[in-house]
Structure formats: structure tokens, C-alpha cells
Nanobody
Framework: QVQLVESGGGLVQAGGSLRLSCAAS????????MGWFRQAPGKEREFVAA????????VYADSVKGRFTISRVNAENMVYLQMNSLKPEDTAVYYC????????????????WGQGTQATVSS
């Protein structure tokens, strides 16, 4: 049973940083690509970042490129999202997800989702 538990959200001022964590269990973590998505109030869920099973390749949404960094530690079954230079428009619930295929932007390629962690950026 796939379990993904996010943590690390909170309230931060614009320009600040947050580091989100996702603890994975119930599957062979090192064999799967992982991703982060977010959903702001009144908006659809959108792709943020993804990482290959080895961590050797990453993909980012244009809106976060250069500010966010996705990483993973396979020995600890953890995936992270370091968020710097945060903007009010980054306010959302952030979700960790397991991909059934590649490190892709397509939400329909992800077959396991966490409950999410709220990140709020004040202006």
C-alpha cells in the first residue's frame, strides 16, 4: 500500500524559504520517479517538479524554475522540495506523488498521492 506523508509547510513572508518533505512507504521507493504538485484555492492542481528514480534528472514548471529544487534520498525513502524566493502566488497545498512511469508533468501518470501540506506566503 502506497503511503506518502508530506510535512514542512507553514507560513512565510515573501522572499522566504520553506523545505517540504515527503516520507514514502509501502513500495520500493528507489524504483519510482516522484513528483510534487500544488493546488491553490479555486484553482486546479498543477505540476511543480519531478525527479527520476536515481535523482539524476529533474523537471520543473516554468513558474518555479530557478527557485525550487527537488531532491531525494533513496536510503531514507524521502523526497524533498526546497522552495526559495517564495512569492504569494506560491501559496497552495503541496502534494507529493508517485509516478507510474517517468518524471513527468502529467498528473494522470501519478498513481499515489499524499494528503498534502499547506504553504502560505504572505506579501
Amino acid at each position: 500500500q502506497v503511503q506518502l506523508v508530506e510535512s514542512g509547510g507553514g507560513l512565510v513572508q515573501a522572499g522566504g524559504s520553506l523545505r517540504l518533505s515527503c516520507a514514502a512507504s509501502g513500495f520500493r521507493f528507489s524504483a519510482y520517479c516522484m513528483g510534487w504538485f500544488r493546488q491553490a484555492p479555486g484553482k486546479e492542481r498543477e505540476f511543480v517538479a519531478a525527479i527520476t528514480w536515481s535523482g539524476g534528472n529533474t523537471v520543473y514548471a516554468d513558474s518555479v524554475k530557478g527557485r525550487f529544487t527537488i531532491s531525494r534520498v533513496n536510503a531514507e525513502n524521502m523526497v524533498y522540495l526546497q522552495m526559495n524566493s517564495l512569492k504569494p502566488e506560491d501559496t497552495a497545498v503541496y502534494y507529493c506523488a508517485r509516478s507510474r512511469s517517468a518524471a513527468t508533468m502529467r498528473a494522470d501518470e501519478y498513481d499515489g498521492w499524499g494528503q498534502g501540506t499547506q504553504a502560505t506566503v504572505s506579501s
